[in-house]
């Protein structure tokens, strides 16, 4: 008998007015798995998680999460789950300690298994000397991961994580990310994680959908979805007055397989890209063209994203959301 899956997905959709922000998505995750939707802001990742979380109804389509339908039984999905949204919610006036309290009283809890769970997940998160002082006094990076541990309270089966570390420093982030990967390694729990970092995708996700305006472009392995690329490298050069002949020329060497001219730059994607570089550099010289720098850097993600749209995933800053509409709902339809 097939093992059933933690999230299966058919052609949800999802339509605020003229906007279609979710279009036709299907796909599934294993149990245990480490899954991803990358994508930038305003692909429909918020929209898709909200869905998935039973807080949005869809326009079409059908999702079963952990053993239910999100329309048909909301309520049994939201007990196998737990969601941390891009917006941080836990109470400033509160401590640590009373913040996750709260929250296993929502589900009930007894007690001392309570009291218990709250200190193990604490001190997995480093908050341990902290517990009793107010959220207040904390960092975004230790809020971020007071969030994260207090929707394990209860347990949970399927983790959502929307956009964990946006708006963090770097350092914070991979404190965020080295606390996950712990969990990845501690717990069989499956992790639904949606970001417009790269890098994160990349280091923590066993699997990765590329959603672009509302819609899966590409889906597999971090491995898998970069060998899908011809080539094995990258070059940017930076190229005094880049043109169409300088990149005709380049785009005939044997070892080139794709050229293209952006803000200045020629990016060129090409096999054993350091020991190819001088003829690359040969060529555009030879063609009348003056290169002022170059770097050379492995297929990523990002050189997936831009393979299959174009145009590449910007770091962009947090946007304010509202606290009760939430990410994810154009302002005017919010409820």
């Known amino acids: 008998m097939q093992e ?32 991803g939707f990358l994508g930038p802001n305003g692909a429909g990742k918020t929209t898709l998680i909200r869905m998935l979380t039973t807080l949005l109804r869809p326009t079409g389509g059908r999702a ?27 109470d400033l006036d509160l401590t640590a300690y009373e913040n996750m309290d709260i929250y296993g009283r929502f589900y009930g809890i007894h007690a001392k298994e309570r009291k218990e769970r709250i200190a193990y997940l604490l001190d997995m998160v480093g908050l341990t000397a902290r517990a009793n002082d107010l959220v207040a006094t904390y960092s975004g990076g230790m809020r971020r991961r007071l969030e994260i541990a207090r929707v394990l309270v209860h347990r949970p089966e399927l983790l959502f994580l929307d956009e964990p570390t ?6 914070s982030r991979r404190v965020v990310w080295n606390f996950l990967e ?3 390694g501690g717990d069989s729990m499956t992790i639904f994680l949606t970001t417009h970092y790269m890098e994160e995708a990349e280091a923590l996700c066993n699997r990765v959908a590329i959603i672009d305006t509302g819609k899966i472009i590409a889906l ?27 990149a005709a020329a380049i785009e005939a060497l044997p070892f080139v397989h794709k050229v293209k001219i952006e803000e200045g ?10 020991k190819n570089l001088p003829a690359l550099i040969d060529e555009v010289r030879s063609a009348g ?20 749209t174009g145009k590449s995933i910007r770091e962009e800053e947090a946007k304010k959301v509202s606290f009760f509409v939430g990410a994810g709902i154009p302002q005017k339809f919010g409820r």
């Open 4 to 35: 059933q899956k933690a999230i299966t997905v058919s052609e949800i959709t999802k339509k605020f007015g003229n906007i279609t922000a979710v279009d036709s998505v299907s796909f599934e995750v294993d149990r245990g798995e480490f899954f």
């Open 166 to 171: 946006i708006g963090l420093d770097p350092q």
């Open 289 to 308: 063209g003056k290169v002022l720098s170059a770097t050379v850097h492995e297929q990523s993600l990002e050189d997936v994203f831009i393979h299959y």
């Open 182 to 184: 712990k969990l990845i």
């Open 265 to 274: 730059s020629v990016r060129v994607s090409v096999d054993s890209g350091a």
């Open 64 to 90: 079963v999460v952990s053993c239910c339908d999100v329309v048909k039984d909301p309520t049994e999905v939201r007990k196998h789950i737990g969601v941390v949204p891009q917006a941080m919610t836990s």
């Open 220 to 246: 597999g392995s971090p491995a898998e979805l970069k060998a899908q690329i011809p080539g094995n490298d990258v070059i940017t050069l930076a190229v005094e007055h880049p043109s169409e002949e300088i």
